[in-house]
């Protein structure tokens, strides 16, 4: 396992990471949560990554529970939360950024997780009814109060975040320091496009979520939706659609050859991808079951042999160089 910058900050990431957004809960107890995250901790991840909102505070609860059981010296891993949704249903603590909801956020993230601090805190979404100045605030203030290290975005519009960059460095406070993009071989446009100066410029970081497409991208798919999988669970069922999206079969289909001939699986391939983005900081896997964890481990092994011309005909696949044509 190699471990990347978080951009230009000094912590260091292990390059996969350990998410556990619908499974933590869901599908994994204290138990298969804490056997997952202590292959991943074996094979040298460091970086646990977790949300409020995930299972309704359940995910932190359960990820708390399997930290006190794994028993850990806290220096060695880092956690993170995000913020956004929210767990109550009142005018100030749904879909907001505001400074009331982000300082109380964080003292219940603090309680379920059973610690004294989170590593990372994400806004989770951008909130755009609250001035941004207010949001870089609150955040800067979570950090003086040692209840977080850095803190950084998901989902925001690279303008947006510029803003941030600059009222934090107006006011001397805590810059974000990372965004949090989907990026995967299906879901590269703004990671790839519209962050680019973020990364150059800002030295931003990344932490990317969704390597697999929610596991499509693994080839689980390619003949239906299997019973034990996400796109089965009940309260997924939107994830349906994608999951048999006859077009995005066939490009995971095509990926089958590649695969073979590298001798891997199509998530260690798909996974790999990823890692190939030097502005990527940590790709963050995710697992329902100890075998996917030292699966997709392995990806680290894959990566130095996806060649250009190899990554070429990954691009073909994915439609890439007809883009690059059209524009
Ligand atoms: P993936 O796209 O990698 O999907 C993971 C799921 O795919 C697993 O839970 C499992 O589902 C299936 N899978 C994983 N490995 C394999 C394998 N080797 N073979 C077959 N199936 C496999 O990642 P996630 O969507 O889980 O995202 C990863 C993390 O990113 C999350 O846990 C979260 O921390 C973060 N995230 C952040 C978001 C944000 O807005 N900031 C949004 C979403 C995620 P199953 O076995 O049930 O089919």
Redesign the pocket.
Known sequence: MEYRHLGRAGIRVSELS??????FSN?ADVKAAADMMSAAYEAGVNFF???EV?AGGKSEEVMGAALKKLGWRRGSYLVST?FYWGLFDTVNERNTLNRKRLLEGINGSLQRLQLEYVDLI?C??PDPFTPIEETVWAMHNIIEQGKAFYWGT??WAAADIVQAIEIADKHHLHKPVME???Y?LFERARFGKEYTRLYQEYGYGST?????????????YNSGI?K??????KSYSWLRKQMTDQDKLARVKALEPIAKELGC?L??LS?AWCLKNPFVSTV??????V???H??MKATEVAPKLTPEIMERIDRIFGIEKEEDEE
Do not use: C, M
Not at 208 to 220: I, M, N
Not at 228 to 233: E, H, I, K, W
Not at 284 to 289: D, E, H, P, V, Y
């Open positions: 350990f998410g556990s957004w619908v499974t599908q990554d977790n949300a995930y995000k994400f989770h979404r998901s989902e949090q993009p989907q995967n990317t979520w969704s390597p697999l497409a929610s596991g499509l991208l693994s080839g689980k299997p034990d999988s996400r796109a089965s669970l699986t998530a260690q996974i963050i896997t995710g697992a329902s079951r075998e996917q964890v699966e997709n």
